[in-house]
């Protein structure tokens, strides 16, 4: 009969031990080895894996000193690596179990079909209430084997890859795995670790079937919002979606649209459920929005905005954040102000990331720039009032003063009502208007009045204009602005008044 070696880890697991590791001892095959490891439990963990070991002779104990230290313990965290051990390899958390038959129906599955994986499905079973909450399970087997079904199906295994339990693997398929860089990433994404594990085995192995069968009892625990999170995990969310589609171009040799779709929604749901952590922790305001920002500026975040799909789905979560973002900065007190660049930077990423009304938008960025005036150019609010403006024929090159000074007319233009943006304009013409702004307001108010067919108003500012192209020594624009109007307006008092002036200027100069 081939072996099978099962392995689980426990820490501080007293009160569900039991039920796991007799679900292994009551499996209708019986020749098997369990590895049974207390990682440095500080309850009554390892006294029962001392009774255990005492009772039947297959189960291997082993006791670290203090949680994931392996002194002493090579032969276990070695156990996918020995070249000693032929069979095969099943790992089951220390609150999971197997149903009786998992293990006989897992290896005929495997050796029936020639497989190096097999998975099957789960229950997901309520800590609490022991009802069964859902079943993750596929309708009929399924079989990978080559690029195209590797592709074809990834939005189905997917879900199976990312966890090792519920799996029967070759032992010498994981000892032929590259695990060279694993305890590297593993360090700086212990959340999702199972999963990159579990990835690298599908990436070596020639064929993988899924059983249409659920063997396997996930026992869903409700865990608290309101623990401390860590950076690791919102760089877990990165790492994992680099590494998935590595997985896909290295497998598949590209990432199909359909797969490329699925990932930015798994991505979504990823930093949903970091960000729902970091906003329930009990961390404080500054670890926090650092956190947020973190998520927010990551390119993995950009690309996912710049994703048309689930569009309201997106919206939902970045609003939640935003609305939380207003309330926090209501009670910001004096001793956080040196996180005010981090948090408007922020602040922009989300207002970019909901896709606001250009309005609103250009309206934002102004205030921004004049809450800080120094931090702009880091976070390149110039370019983006430019990017924004640059969208309207009528606001086109606009100087980025005159975009300030004329900020409320120009909504109005974002908005289509060109005699709002009219009326303001006419507001403005008995005002003084600062000398930095003359120009773009004269260019942008015969530019609405043209749009608008208003010849009078046309016609007085592009007086202003030949005006302050005159005083402005500008004689080539100048002599094109005086001389249309001069063919406009051939007897115009005023306009005759510019011509004397343009020719008066000119015979100067020569």
Not at 189 to 218: Q, W
Not at 404 to 428: C, E, N, P
Request: glycine share 4%; aromatic share 12%; with cysteine.
């Amino acid at each position: 009969m081939d072996t099978i070696y099962v392995y689980t880890k426990a820490y501080n697991a007293e009160k569900t031990l039991r039920r796991t590791v007799d679900s292994i001892l009551n499996q209708s095959y019986s020749n098997f080895v369990y590895y049974l490891c207390d990682n440095g439990s500080i309850d009554g963990t390892r006294k029962i894996v001392e009774e255990y070991a005492g009772q039947d002779s297959r189960i291997v104990p082993f006791f670290n000193r203090k949680n994931n230290v392996w002194d002493g313990n090579e032969d276990c965290i070695n156990l996918w690596y020995n070249p000693k051990i032929d069979g095969y390899i099943c790992l089951l958390d220390a609150d999971d179990e197997y149903k009786p038959d998992f293990l006989e129906k897992m290896l005929a599955f495997l050796t029936n079909n020639n497989l190096d994986i097999a998975a099957c499905g789960s229950d997901f079973v309520n800590a609490q209430t022991n009802k069964t909450a859902a079943v993750r399970n596929l309708s009929s087997n399924l079989f990978l084997e080559d690029a195209l079904s590797f592709n074809k199906y990834f939005p189905t295994y997917h879900q199976f890859m990312r966890t090792n339990w519920g799996k029967l693997y070759r032992a010498s398929l994981l000892r032929n795995c590259d695990y060279d860089n694993y305890k590297e990433i593993f360090t700086k994404t212990p959340y999702g670790g199972d999963t990159l594990y579990c990835m690298r085995a599908f990436k070596n192995a020639k064929r993988v079937g899924i059983l249409a069968e659920s063997l396997h009892v996930y026992y869903v625990s409700p865990k608290s919002l309101s623990y401390n999170f860590s950076n690791t995990r919102i760089n877990s969310d990165r790492i994992l979606d680099d590494e998935t589609r590595l997985f896909l171009t290295d497998k598949c040799g590209t990432i199909s649209q359909p797969n490329d779709n699925f990932l930015n929604g798994v991505y979504f749901h990823a930093i949903k459920d970091t960000l729902n952590v970091v906003l329930g922790s009990q961390a404080s305001f500054p670890e926090k929005i650092t956190g947020i920002h973190d998520v927010f500026t990551s390119i993995h975040t950009k690309r996912l905005i710049a994703w048309q799909g689930m569009s309201n789905e997106k919206k939902q979560l970045f609003e939640a954040v935003a609305n939380w973002l207003v309330t926090q900065k209501k009670v910001l007190s004096s001793k956080h102000k040196k996180d005010n660049d981090i948090l408007t930077e922020l602040e922009i990423s989300l207002f970019c990331a909901l896709n606001k009304p250009d309005a609103e938008m250009l309206k934002f960025m102004i205030d921004v720039r004049k809450r800080q005036p120094k931090a702009s150019e880091r976070f390149g609010i110039d370019m983006k009032l430019y990017e924004i403006v640059a969208k309207y024929p009528l606001l086109t090159g606009m100087p980025l003063q005159s975009i300030i000074y004329l900020s409320d007319t120009m909504f109005a233009v974002m908005r289509g009502d060109l005699q709002a943006a009219l009326d303001k304009i006419m507001q403005l013409s008995g005002n003084k208007i600062p000398l930095e702004c003359t120009e773009g307001y004269l260019i942008f108010a015969q530019r609405v009045c043209a749009s608008l067919e208003y010849a009078k108003g046309r016609i007085f500012f592009k007086k202003l204009w030949a005006k302050f192209l005159l005083d402005n020594r500008r004689i080539n624009e100048a002599s094109a602005a005086v001389n249309e109007l001069v063919e406009m307006l051939p007897t115009d008092i005023e306009v005759a008044k510019l011509k004397t002036r343009f020719d008066s200027i000119t015979a100067t100069k020569q």
